[in-house]
């Protein structure tokens, strides 16, 4: 069994245009000599492709063929950052109801929250957790907020009261938005204070690893997600970070994921499955290890 800890519905009515748009420039900025119009209108016309799947059917599809028997879908409150430019989150809860409804048993789905929504925010939150079946709460940083901010504690209990995980983005982003609430520390207050809960630090803290894997070790409710490291595969640093994080002790904290359609320019599902077997086969991890890492970790968040 394989489940994937990190999606999200590639769509441009949950994942906004301008999301996207930041990433372009990224690419164009690493591009060697000035890009051209035409190769600037290319990326964003792969990057627009890319972001329209609006049922999942693609995505199911690319998990069929890797072996991905299961998948968390992560919504993003982009409400108060991209003023005028995201859907209601409403209808972005409702689309992912309707995707849960679709592929019964292939997706949990985490409810997206912006703390500025305050009680109201709270009160939708337990309601998706109690009458739509969602199954933990996502936080996005980049937006504007800390994950240790006071007015996420509500929802912490409400977390602590059904077993819900917590899953917060670390790490850089699209350029359009702040950088500013993402090191992993950022988690530490929070962790402390709900020993209950179990946060997840999306993408491991990436380029900052060693800082996320610190917490991770001494703080028994943290965990590491490893999508976002298809870019060390690429530089052929992959298998070193996971036999840095086995020396450490890690392997039960670490969590299989894409990040679908994030990390999609970089390969398909299949390819980032096939890099984990090959750490099995190249005797980096065992099958045992393998098998905490690809399902079992993730599922243990769930357990009662």
């Known amino acids: 069994m394989i489940f994937d800890c990190h999606a999200h519905v590639a769509s441009n009515k949950v994942l906004p245009d301008r999301f ?6 990224n690419i164009v900025a690493a591009m060697p000599g000035k890009a051209t ?11 627009r492709e890319l972001n329209a799947d609006h049922d999942c059917s693609k995505f199911v599809a690319e998990m069929d063929d890797a072996g991905i028997d299961k998948a968390i879908l992560l919504i993003i409150d982009f409400g108060f950052v991209y003023q005028g430019e995201a859907d209601p989150i409403e209808d972005i809860y409702a689309i992912h109801r309707d995707i849960h409804k679709k592929y019964p048993g292939r997706f949990e789905i985490f409810t997206g929250v912006d703390p500025r929504r305050g009680r109201e925010g709270v009160d939708t939150f337990e309601k998706s957790v109690r009458d739509w079946g969602f ?8 937006c504007g907020f800390s994950p240790s901010d006071e007015r ?3 929802y ?18 699209t350029p359009n938005l702040s950088f ?3 090191g992993p520390n950022e988690i530490d207050e929070a962790a402390m204070r709900f020993p209950k809960v179990n946060f997840i630090l999306g993408h491991a803290g990436t380029v900052r690893f060693e800082e996320a ?3 991770a070790e001494f703080r028994p409710n943290v965990f590491l997600d490893m999508s976002g490291f298809q870019t060390e595969l690429r530089r052929d640093g992959f298998a070193d970070i996971m036999r840095w994080h086995k020396k450490r002790g890690l392997i039960r904290k670490l969590l299989f994921g894409t990040d679908w359609p994030i990390h999609r320019f970089y390969g398909s599902q299949k390819k980032w499955v096939e890099a984990f077997d090959d750490l099995r086969d190249s005797d980096v991890i065992n099958q045992q290890e393998y098998e905490s890492i690809m399902y ?9």
């Open 180 to 182: 500013k609430h993402t």
């Open 20 to 25: 996207f748009d930041g990433w372009v420039d």
């Open 213 to 215: 894997a610190l917490i």
């Open 37 to 47: 119009d035409f190769q600037i209108a290319a990326i964003q016309r792969m990057f």
């Open 156 to 173: 912490y209990e409400v977390c602590s009261k059904y077993n819900l995980p917590v899953l917060t983005h670390v790490g850089p982003t």
């Open 296 to 304: 079992k970790n993730t599922q243990g968040l769930f357990d009662e």
């Open 152 to 154: 996420l504690f509500d």
């Open 135 to 142: 199954k933990g709460l996502k936080l996005y940083p980049p």
